[in-house]
């Protein structure tokens, strides 16, 4: 499938939305919707804003993008290039609204958000149109998973004690960057804030023994989500036994995420293989993932959680027992989930799920 062919696919998809609806147009505004129908463009200049600065509006006929004369002329060359869609150039320091308002006129429009002014929000309708992931798409998932896991087990190899969370920090950063990754999310935690905090920002905390890393690295759009933990010396028992208890809950996520499956379902065998592993109540101290893709989460998932897991659609599912995590990104392919972010040289645990033997990352001991 060319990048063509997969735009089409994806407008496609847009066009029978509206249909679905009686929209006239739709509006994106979010990175993460200009990402999935530009097959991979990038419209982020502030990485901490959910907008980006090219907007793209589908039309009946056509595809506009609309951005200011600073952005559209890089977003032109390097995002959207090969792909036919009609430019629109803003003044920046005109009043926004004039070039929306000629295209939109009167119709019936649909938006992602608050973009164009006046569009009905139908940004949860129109995020499950990214959920089933296209061959492309799979592909440069696996590119980015490949070398975020690299850029973990690396960075876990290199730290010694007594660097601080922000050195640690520092050092996956360059590596995610160097291969370029952006780090949407960096955890670090060393000693006890493994214990005591689920998400733990780096601090000027020096490492002593026992570390854990924490990624939410992006690029195309595609975000995964890894983790990994590291103890310098031998680990206490009861680091061990949380350890392979919390493997077990993850091998159990995935094991039951496959196309079709009820997600509802899904988190309630997680929550009995935390009580059968000895640790009934700490799935109520931190949320066990879900639905991924184009966002960090399109979905949390919950005992009442109503979804159904889609083919090829993409989740990361984040277990934790206070002291350790388990985590990787994966795709629910028809055979059987695909774990994308996955290291064939970090050590690993055996856990079983039915018939199925599953190997989760061991904590890495040095």
Not at 122 to 149: D, F, H, M, N, T
Request: net charge negative.
């Amino acid at each position: 499938m060319t990048r063509l062919e997969e735009f089409q696919a994806k407008l496609d998809r847009v066009r029978e939305f509206m249909d679905s609806r009686s929209y006239d147009a739709v509006g994106f505004s979010s990175q993460a919707n200009f990402a999935w129908l530009t097959c991979g463009g990038d419209s982020h200049v502030a990485m901490a804003t959910e907008t980006g600065v090219g907007r793209l509006l589908v039309t009946r006929d056509a595809v506009h993008l609309v951005a200011t004369n600073i952005e559209l002329p890089r977003l032109l060359a390097e995002e959207v290039a090969e792909l036919p869609i009609v430019t629109h150039e803003q003044p920046w320091h005109e009043p926004e609204g004039r070039i929306e308002q000629e295209l939109i006129g009167g119709d019936k429009v649909a938006s992602d958000g608050a973009w164009p002014p006046g569009a009905t929000n139908e940004s949860q309708a129109l995020a499950r149109l990214r959920w089933q992931l296209l061959p492309p798409e799979i592909e440069r998932y696996r590119w980015v998973g490949a070398r975020a896991a690299n850029a973990l087990g690396e960075t876990a190899r290199e730290i010694e004690p007594g660097m601080t969370e922000h050195e640690i920090a520092a050092l996956l950063a360059h590596r995610l960057l160097a291969a370029g990754i952006t780090p949407a999310v960096l955890l670090v935690a060393t000693d006890e804030r493994c214990y005591n905090f689920r998400h733990p920002i780096p601090t000027e905390r020096r490492l002593e023994r026992h570390a854990m890393l924490v990624i939410g690295a992006r690029r195309w759009g595609l975000g995964v989500s890894a983790s990994r933990v590291v103890y310098f010396g031998q680990p206490d028992p009861e680091l061990l036994r949380r350890h392979e208890a919390v493997c077990c809950v993850d091998a159990c996520l995935i094991a039951s995420t496959i196309p079709g499956a009820k997600v509802g379902e899904i988190f309630q065998r997680a929550v009995q293989t935390y009580a059968e592993a000895g640790y009934p109540d700490e799935w109520r101290r931190h949320h066990q993932g879900g639905a991924t893709g184009y966002a960090p989460r399109d979905y949390r998932a919950s005992p009442t959680c109503p979804e159904t897991v889609f083919e090829n659609q993409a989740f990361a599912w984040n277990p934790t027992i206070a002291g350790t995590k388990s985590e990787d990104t994966i795709v629910a392919r028809p055979d059987g989930p695909e774990i994308i972010s996955a290291q064939p040289d970090w050590p690993m645990l055996e856990t079983c799920r039915g018939d199925a033997v599953l190997l989760r990352p061991a904590i890495l001991v040095r």
